[in-house]
């Protein structure tokens, strides 16, 4: 194998498959970038099995060939050559040889066979969304995945295409976020991807505009984006019927500005952190929000106006459910919507009705 | 006690003070901020023994007094309060309220009593220095202090005036780090502080003429930067005789371009990590030189136009104690002044004559 290539070109691509190659595989090839040549362009492959990210990147091919390389090692090397055309050679005994200007390594490469082959795709049933759009969706759903791994299917997020809507749910059993935009496709289908995929998957979307197809089999899931594709198998099993969780009716409407009350919660929560409760009271009155809390530490009372529809409530959180949700949200106004002290209580935006989360309240004693 | 101030004055005084709170101690009166009120000024204490910081703050002040109150829990209530005017009331049972706006803290505080008394200075010895040129000699010798307690006194640095010269000194056993700096006093006199305190001091210091002035005692160290005064202990005992050390002659001279031989050496030191040996072998050459290292992990070489004035030379180093060195210096040329593979190399600018790096080579088998 002989190619020619950019640093930056090849460092980047170095970059996007090392977000699949989690170095706790015990398998040492799975620690290495799957490097192969294609016509004028060569393909790196990044893979922990779960997850695969590969990528093309344009080189000049002098000799075809493949092999794998330690991602670590290689990477910090293309990292500190020269801002300069790269020359990449195999030879005998293993070796790999990096010429950059008057830099050459020598490094030993493991051979190509022994790297895990990618499920095949057929790139038949795409649907498309902006790469920008995603990337959000992700994001506004992610922190609310289980961390444990009692019930594995909470670990990943929902993706569920319905009357040209594609919704991502995600619950740990304290909370659940919805986040939905509409799209053109007539499919009803759903999957649930694990989130550690979607977390690097929203690393490499970008800001923009383009798109990126998505294809479903029974098993897997595959992100194309441009030159990089990404393929992580699906999590078995059924998601939980999330539609019968969210309440559709409510006593009480608190409108408030997002900030502000984000704010007070945040100062609410610092001497709440003892022992880790995060308890936070709220006294809704009318055109008032009183949030209270108490440790040993000490206490604190925060007041925001608000506009209250309804009767004055009072009501116990774990602050940190609340900071997640409206750290994540965008618009300057939210609403929550509450019935009892302890019926779920749901956080929107005011107006872009694009989002729904759930908050459990606490139960304290004497409710 | 009771005064009003405003949260960014407030802020930076405790970001200050907090330099000096490690934590650590088991004394939890160490673990808070001392405050005292002066006049219309407060003086805002944090101390771990060893290291004081105190700094002062204008305020309306109401009702004078002093408390000491938790470092951590008070900097991160007043972080997040909104930028306004903050008053402070002590009332019964140790309770301090804190107020901003609409939002009321009330915590517990501790006696301040029982926080120990700084030093008595009396700053009659003083000498000035800029404080943008203190901190960069800091950071330009304090790499080089011991990391191990073995020998206490090589955790600090020498601080010497001599011949109207300030010379900061550290040295490892491995290494040292010489940097000097012309002052207009007549003293002699030298006093070996903590790395752990110039390393605080230096973050502190701002990249600015104005002036810090020095007073030292047989015991302890004043820096005083107008509102603020550092105090720290010295280390007990003689430090090592460093001129002693460093050779006055050399056999041949390399000049470099400072960045090219980094970078250079930092390629080759990526496969010498193995074993954390960072072994990198140097073959001096008329014009050129050659960067070696090899370990199981492959082998890289390097080349670098040089001007050598004397004959060839090998030698090994440890990559690591020659890229401090030239990651801190700031000339485009530097020159390595060597006599033998088994003597001293020193490193030194080419044109400003401020600063002395020694690093001892690495024997190897053969030589």
């Known amino acids: 194998m002989k190619f020619r290539c950019e640093k930056n070109v090849l460092q980047e691509g170095i970059s996007i498959v090392q977000k699949a190659i989690t170095g706790k595989s015990t398998l040492p090839v799975l620690q290495g970038i799957y490097i192969k040549t294609l016509g004028n362009e060569i393909i790196l492959t990044g893979s922990d099995i779960d997850l695969s990210i590969e990528t093309k990147l344009s080189a000049q091919v002098i000799e075809h060939g493949s092999l794998v390389v330690d991602s670590r090692l290689f990477g910090e090397i293309i990292k500190k050559l020269p801002n ?28 190509a066979d022994d790297f895990p082959n990618l499920p095949q795709i057929n790139e038949n049933m795409i649907f498309s969304v902006s790469q920008k759009i995603l990337k959000n969706m992700i994001k506004s759903t992610i922190f609310a995945i289980a961390q444990d791994e009692t019930r594995p299917i909470l670990t990943g997020i929902l993706f569920e295409i319905k009357e040209k809507k ?14 939905n935009e509409n799209v053109d496709n007539d499919n009803n289908l759903n999957a649930v ?19 990126v197809n998505i294809t479903f089999t029974p098993n897997h899931i595959l992100f194309s984006l441009g030159k990089t594709k990404i393929i992580s198998r699906l999590l078995e099993g059924e998601f939980i019927k999330y539609n019968s969780i969210i309440p559709e009716e409510y006593k009480l409407k608190i409108t ?28 809704i009155e009318e055109d008032n929000l009183v949030i209270t809390s108490n440790s040993q530490l000490g206490k604190v009372r925060e007041e925001l106006n608000i506009i209250l529809q309804g009767q004055p409530l009072q009501i116990a959180f774990n602050s940190k459910y609340l900071i997640d949700v409206l750290k994540i949200m965008e618009e ?21 009705d694009n989002c729904t989360y759930l908050i459990l309240p606490v139960r304290l004693l004497g409710n």
């Open 84 to 111: 300069d055309t790269i020359e990449i050679t195999t030879s005998e005994n293993n070796s790999l040889e990096i010429i950059c200007q008057r830099s050459v390594f020598n490094l030993n490469h493991m051979s």
């Open 256 to 283: 408030a500005k997002r900030t502000s009350l984000l704010e007070c919660i945040e100062r609410a929560s610092l001497v709440a952190k003892e022992g880790n409760t995060n308890l936070i009271k709220f006294e």
């Open 193 to 211: 991807i694990p989130g550690k995929t979607l977390s690097e998957v929203a690393k490499i979307l970008v800001e923009e505009d383009e798109t």
């Open 166 to 179: 594609l919704n991502l749910v995600a619950l740990d059993g304290y909370r659940l976020a919805l986040k």
């Open 332 to 352: 300057d106004e939210i609403v929550m919507q509450l019935t009892s002290s302890v019926s779920p209580c749901i956080v929107k935006n005011k107006d872009n």
